[in-house]
């Protein structure tokens, strides 16, 4: 019986979906499950939230490397709920938005999340740097064309890739870089990503009807 | 506040940029500060946004009692905290798989496959009706060519159930080298504006916390 | 002295008679400046709007009715009409309320606010400078709940068709019959990339994507998680699967301890191995990151759904010398993870991989059936280019119909 539920669960559920598309009084069902999803996924955060907090407690308590750390996290963590949940420092008072301008929890967002969310996200410069110069190092014909389309979809975007091919006579203008980007994007690039996206969409249709029938079960934890 | 924030952030920039480096006490305190920080900041957000205004005055308000499912099952989750009849929190999962399988079967199908397919029916040749063969200029006929055939050769590079031999292998050859293209050309696309976002932080340290660049 | 006083006498005269010219004058410019009413003008009111119908929307659930009429003949771009008001009559009332305007020069709207079963009339207002002018009232429409969308009646019966197919295949495979599937390089990888770590006596690390149980490529990480656990267990390496939501927490513990289970192992399986960091993109990948530095994994899987933080992780990884298994459905990350990772599993791949590493003859039997689908697709896609590119060219109207009826059996509302 505990085996069989979740697969009768999964098996109605996800037919009735797939059905519903069809049958417009049913339209709104997406709807009130993308509800129901996200009602579900806050009560998870207790589990979630609680082992952030277990994991860098049983640190703290067992003084593991790098517990002084935890203590950050924790603090972080604690005074950020306590600041959300309370409005405190909010203008508005309690029934206010909790992320009314000018209120704390707004002020941590903007003076803490913001430039670390923003660096991480820089960091990425130095890694496209680094990629770059792996890809450059081209292993194989399939890195090589990569590497070369890349090439010239990058100068095609910048002033050099004008200048570096403005002496090609204009009956040939398809072979200046800035045009010949343009064609990748529109020509190759297009197929490539419809071929992608065709694959992709029969992919989720098979592993759906793997799911939904029951014959994929791996994630519910039930093992043949 | 604006000047202890501005000090704030322009340590913890730091701090994250110091990774690059290596490994070291700056950056784990960062790194400590933005993971405590931001899961509180999430789940209030969440909290707020899901259980106050979509379920508390969904309910209230607006009558709407079958939010009240919702709930139950999110009840459901939390009874993997009791180990005897923890199971029975597979069935809110059950139900979020069900739900997401289905509902991406229909929507990736309609979306990915029959209306990728529409619009690769093209003619070569030509893009409008009425047309005479050869009128349209020769770079839009070897485009409209690459873009079908290369649709066509990419699908055959995806398919499972026969070997990549011979003129078949062949054919999935040239689709991997359109896909190829295909990566190339976002690669290319990407790398300027990560660039700039590497400007932006530089412009933070040395312009609004430093004052070197006005 | 003299000179000065004449000077300031003549200035003085000047100016007083500068004043008296312009009181003089005020009159007639006050006369002016007050419009003088001309009686054969009449006030500019634009005629009606005419011929306002209403149908009922078809395939919805009775919630709306669409309104056409035609434009106000003096509504023609010129600045006197401004907008159409929408009133609508109940049935059962008997008064017309307005509902909404729209903008001059539209000459339709849907009126989304309707009940199914309730009779309707419309009225269509146009406001000018100085007036409004009513339409005639528009047919009288009653909104039906229709039950199926026959709209969609070519997603149903194509979408039937490949669905069949998968289905078809597992039965047949079910029967015993063999199926050839293919080798998929990033997937005969896994073991070897396993038994890598087991070697070094380093952790495997698995990051299941950044989004939540709602998208369907996190669903597909975990199945794969699924596998790779099982082998995990058998040859008992150290496996960590840092997640960012909450209920993919849950269910990789799920997932982590079936496998477990399965190896005979359940005393080796502990709720440590999966654990919630933060949903918060970039705080995540911070912590992802120091984890990888700090723990030096043998082996990354990223699979799942990737945003920019794609190349952070792989580049992480890369510098730690992890063999690196990536994948996801995301066309503008897998240029990233194909330069920095050792292998890729592009798109569809990613969602046919626990089928392919379960080597369950069901499984594989649901990836020859989506290969039926290319099938369609390919030859959709070849008759259908011939016959437009050559019914356009020597204006066979046969080929040219032929080419739409393809392209419209395609077409999703």
């Not at chain 1, 996290?73 to 000018?102: D, H, M, Q, R, Y």
């Not at chain 2, 990407?190 to 530089?202: H, K, N, Q």
């Not at chain 3, 975990?222 to 939501?245: M, N």
């Not at chain 3, 301890?257 to 999966?274: L, V």
Request: charged fraction near 15%; glycine fraction near 10%.
């Amino acid at each position: 019986m505990r085996r069989q539920i979740p697969l009768i669960i999964t098996f109605f559920i996800g037919t009735l979906l797939v059905v519903s598309v069809f049958i417009p009084p049913m339209e709104s069902l997406k709807e009130t499950f993308t509800l129901y999803f996200d009602i579900i996924a806050v009560f998870a955060f207790f589990l979630g939230g609680g082992n952030l907090l277990r994991v860098h407690l049983t640190k703290l308590s067992r003084r593991k490397q790098d517990w002084v750390y935890s203590i950050v996290t924790v603090v972080g963590f604690a005074v950020v709920l306590v600041i959300g949940l309370l409005k405190l420092g909010n203008p508005g008072g309690i029934t206010a938005s909790p992320t009314a301008e000018g209120s704390l929890f707004q002020t941590l967002f903007n003076s803490i999340l913001v430039p670390l969310g923003s660096t991480m996200y820089a960091l990425l410069a130095f890694f496209v740097a680094s990629a770059s110069y792996r890809a450059f190092r081209a292993k194989n014909r399939e890195a090589t064309i990569l590497l070369i389309a890349a090439f010239v979809i990058l100068l095609g975007r910048t002033p050099f890739g004008m200048m570096l091919t403005s002496w090609i006579p204009e009956s040939f203008s398809i072979l200046q870089i800035p045009s010949l980007a343009v064609w990748i994007m529109n020509s190759p690039n297009l197929a490539g990503q419809r071929a992608i996206m065709i694959g992709i969409g029969l992919g989720v249709v098979s592993m759906s009807i793997r799911i939904i029938l029951g014959i994929e079960r791996t994630y519910l934890g039930e093992e043949k | 506040m604006d000047a202890i924030g501005l000090w704030i952030g322009a340590f913890l920039t730091l701090g994250i940029i110091s990774f690059l480096y290596k490994d070291n006490p700056w950056y784990k305190l960062s790194e400590a500060i933005f993971v405590g920080v931001s899961a509180g900041y999430w789940f209030i957000t969440l909290f707020w946004d899901s259980i106050y205004s979509k379920f508390y005055i969904g309910i209230t308000d607006k009558g709407d009692y079958y939010l009240i499912v919702g709930a139950i099952l999110g009840f459901l989750m939390l009874l993997r905290l009791v180990p005897k009849i923890g199971w029975i929190s597979r069935w809110p999962l059950s139900f979020i798989v069900g739900a997401i399988s289905g509902f991406y079967l229909i929507n990736y199908f309609s979306s990915n496959v029959m209306r990728q397919v529409a619009n690769t029916v093209m003619p070569l040749f030509s893009t409008e009706y009425g047309q005479s063969l050869f009128t349209a200029p020769i770079g839009t006929i070897v485009a409209n060519i690459i873009v079908a055939g290369g649709t066509f050769t990419g699908l055959v590079y995806f398919f499972f159930s026969k070997e990549h031999k011979g003129a078949f292998g062949v054919t999935a050859r040239i689709g991997i080298w359109v896909i190829m293209i295909t990566f190339g050309a976002t690669f290319g696309y990407t790398v300027m504006s990560r660039m700039s976002l590497l400007i932006g932080r530089m412009d933070f340290i040395f312009g609004d916390w430093l004052g070197l660049i006005k | 002295m003299n000179q000065i006083i004449k000077r300031r006498v003549i200035t003085r005269l000047s100016s007083i008679v500068i004043i008296k010219i312009l009181f003089l004058s005020l009159p007639v410019v006050a006369e002016q400046l007050i419009p003088t009413i001309d009686d054969s003008v009449e006030a500019f009111i634009p005629a009606p709007p005419a011929e306002v119908i209403a149908t009922d929307a078809v395939y919805d659930q009775g919630g709306a009715v669409h309104l056409e009429w035609q434009l106000s003949p003096d509504d023609d771009g010129s600045a006197g009409v401004y907008n159409y008001q929408i009133c609508r009559q109940q049935e059962g009332t008997d008064e017309y309320i307005p509902i909404d305007s729209v903008l001059a020069g539209v000459s339709s709207y849907i009126d989304e606010t309707v009940e199914p079963g309730r009779s309707y009339q419309y009225i269509v207002a146009v406001n000018g400078d100085c007036g409004s002018a009513p339409s005639e009232a528009s047919n009288v429409v009653t909104p039906n709940i229709e039950w199926l969308n026959f709209g969609l009646s070519n997603l149903f019966v194509i979408g039937l068709i490949i669905c069949g197919s998968v289905i078809y295949f597992i039965a047949h495979a079910k029967r015993g019959k063999k199926l050839f599937i293919r080798r998929i390089a990033g997937l005969e990888a896994v073991d070897e990339a396993i038994g890598r770590a087991t070697e070094m006596g380093r952790p495997i690390l698995f990051v299941p994507g950044i989004l939540d149980m709602d998208d369907v490529q996190t669903i597909a990480a975990l199945t794969i998680l699924g596998r790779v656990s099982r082998v995990v267990a058998d040859y008992d390496t150290k496996i960590s699967v840092p997640v960012s939501r909450s209920l993919v927490m849950t269910a990789a513990r799920e997932t982590l301890k079936a496998s477990y289970m399965a190896a005979g192992r359940p005393d080796a399986y502990s709720d440590d191995m999966a654990s919630y960091i933060t949903d918060e993109q970039f705080g995540y990948v911070a912590a992802v990151d120091g984890k990888m530095v700090r723990e030096k994994p043998a082996t990354c899987f990223l699979l799942g759904a990737f945003f920019a933080e794609s190349l952070i992780l792989a580049e992480t990884g890369n510098s730690i010398g992890a063999i690196q298994i990536a994948g996801t459905a995301r066309p503008a990350q897998l240029p990233f993870f194909v330069a920095a990772c050792d292998f890729t599993l592009i798109g569809e791949e990613l969602f046919a991989a626990s089928a392919y590493l379960s080597g369950e003859p069901k499984q594989m039997g649901s990836l020859k059936g989506q290969d039926v689908g290319k099938g369609i697709a390919m030859i959709i896609i070849l008759l259908g280019v011939i016959a437009t590119t050559f019914g356009n060219a020597w204006n066979i109207s046969l080929l040219r119909r032929i080419a739409d009826f393809l392209r419209t059996l395609f077409e999703v509302g």
